[in-house]
């Protein structure tokens, strides 16, 4: 499902991918995040929605990032519906995935160095595209702290995954 390209950054010395997807509710921010981030120089895996289709489904596009995530495509992800609330439920489906909705930079940048989110989720009924490249871009700025505390809290996140994903 998705493209063969991939977005490729460089973040405090290491190299990273993104995958991005919507559905109807989130295809036009999609269209301009991703004109945002290749206008930094960066190329995008485009997991869809390819045209406008009213009767699409988000999980099909979250589901598509996520497994983008867990096959190496990719290190983070974003995803974009019309509330960014249904992308992230899919999302957090998949093991190894960590979607939250963040529309504003506090939350797209804690949510990365606090607890390792490496799918953002934008909700394009909610947040305008001034909002949404902020928050995109200290997402991809932002990395895990590493801090004691926070390693012992994504170990127990790990630890419940590997309960449930059994």
Same mark, same amino acid.
């Given at each position: 499902?998705?493209?063969?390209?991939?977005?490729?950054?460089?973040?405090?010395?290491?190299?990273?991918?993104?995958?991005?997807?919507?559905?109807?509710?989130?295809?036009?921010?999609?269209?301009?995040?991703?004109?945002?981030?290749?206008?930094?120089?960066?190329d995008v895996m485009d997991c869809g929605a390819y045209s406008l289709e009213p009767g699409d489904d988000y999980p099909d596009f979250a589901g598509a990032v996520a497994r983008a995530i867990q096959q190496g495509q990719a290190s983070r992800g974003i995803l974009i519906c019309g509330s960014g609330v249904g992308a992230g439920v899919a999302a957090n489906k998949f093991e190894g995935i960590r979607a939250a909705v963040c529309h504003d930079v506090f939350s797209a940048r804690q949510g990365v160095e606090d607890d390792d989110m490496n799918v953002l989720c934008l909700g394009e009924r909610i947040v305008?595209? @001034? #909002?949404? &490249?902020?928050?995109? $871009?200290?997402?991809?700025?932002?990395?895990?702290? @590493? #801090?004691? &505390?926070?390693?012992? $809290?994504?170990?127990k996140v790990k630890s419940m995954e590997r309960e449930f994903f059994k």
């Amino acid at each position: 499902m998705c493209g063969k390209g991939f977005f490729c950054y460089v973040q405090r010395g290491r190299f990273v991918k993104l995958a991005i997807g919507a559905d109807h509710g989130g295809f036009a921010l999609k269209k301009i995040m991703m004109e945002f981030i290749t206008g930094m120089g960066h190329d995008v895996m485009d997991c869809g929605a390819y045209s406008l289709e009213p009767g699409d489904d988000y999980p099909d596009f979250a589901g598509a990032v996520a497994r983008a995530i867990q096959q190496g495509q990719a290190s983070r992800g974003i995803l974009i519906c019309g509330s960014g609330v249904g992308a992230g439920v899919a999302a957090n489906k998949f093991e190894g995935i960590r979607a939250a909705v963040c529309h504003d930079v506090f939350s797209a940048r804690q949510g990365v160095e606090d607890d390792d989110m490496n799918v953002l989720c934008l909700g394009e009924r909610i947040v305008g595209a @001034g #909002a949404a &490249r902020e928050a995109v $871009r200290v997402f991809l700025n932002a990395g895990f702290s @590493g #801090a004691q &505390r926070h390693l012992r $809290r994504l170990n127990k996140v790990k630890s419940m995954e590997r309960e449930f994903f059994k």
